[in-house]
């Protein structure tokens, strides 16, 4: 096995159990739980897991998706975020390789994935998550800048400002959870990936909705949460933003 193989292998196996991790802070930190000293439980009937039932991914294979004391249903998308994040972090890594913007890919994977989590299960994007990444993202754009060195503090300002310009035309149809991420993507893509985005999440969100609609998942009174579809298209956005905006441009001329 090459020595990039097994580098490939061991983020996807990183991105495995930061997955799982992720998964729990998504859960609890909109609940101000604790996630680092309390082990995980049943949401069903309580009984603490042994290390054996954490096993990402594997777990959920081996107990059929079912918890081994009630045998209830275990929710699909803990194994979806934990194989998910495995697949980022290998993608990064592939993309990026060893060098500073690698932690700036990981760090914004990590924060999305919890941002995912979180909105999917509570509508809610929890303060306490976006501050612990925040000075985390400035730090990286001073040691790793963008070009121009301006573009990350543009992004900031414009995201932050769409969002509540969204928000005040709205009513509150966005809150201001989706503006304090656009904020910190901003800092993290710079101002052309940070328009991107928003752009992109707006496409995939009515896309999504038109599906669910008329699949008759959802309603058209039904809220949904948009931090998702941010998510995906920061992601989008951050790996592949610069030939997706020079072919804007390009079509354009």
Not at 30 to 55: G, M, V, Y
Not at 184 to 197: A, K
Not at 200 to 223: D, E, T
């Amino acid at each position: 096995m090459t020595p990039h193989l097994t580098l490939t292998l061991l983020f996807f196996l990183l991105g495995l159990v930061f997955g799982s991790f992720f998964n729990v802070v998504g859960l609890r930190a909109p609940q101000k739980l604790p996630f680092t000293a309390d082990r995980s439980i049943c949401p069903h009937c309580k009984n603490q897991l042994s290390w054996c039932e954490l096993i990402p991914l594997l777990s959920f294979i081996f107990q059929s998706g079912k918890c081994r004391h009630c045998q209830h249903g275990i929710s699909i998308m803990y194994p979806a975020i934990e194989l998910i994040t495995g697949l980022l972090f290998a993608f990064a890594y592939i993309k990026l390789g060893l060098q500073i913007e690698l932690i700036a890919a990981l760090l914004l994977i990590a924060l999305l994935v919890i941002v995912f989590v979180s909105d999917m299960r509570y509508m809610l994007i929890p303060n306490n998550v976006l501050l612990f990444f925040f000075p985390l993202f400035i730090l990286i754009r001073i040691v790793s800048p963008l070009t121009p060195w301006w573009s990350p503090i543009m992004g900031a300002l414009t995201g932050g400002a769409i969002i509540v310009i969204i928000i005040l035309a709205s009513r509150g149809g966005m809150g201001g959870g989706d503006m304090k991420l656009f904020v910190i993507i901003g800092i993290v893509l710079g101002l052309d990936n940070t328009l991107l985005t928003l752009l992109l999440a707006s496409v995939f969100g009515m896309v999504v909705g038109v599906v669910l609609l008329s699949l008759k998942i959802i309603n058209r009174k039904q809220p949904v949460p948009f931090g998702p579809y941010i998510a995906a298209a920061a992601i989008v956005a951050y790996f592949y933003g610069e030939p997706i905006v020079a072919w804007y441009f390009n079509f354009l001329s």
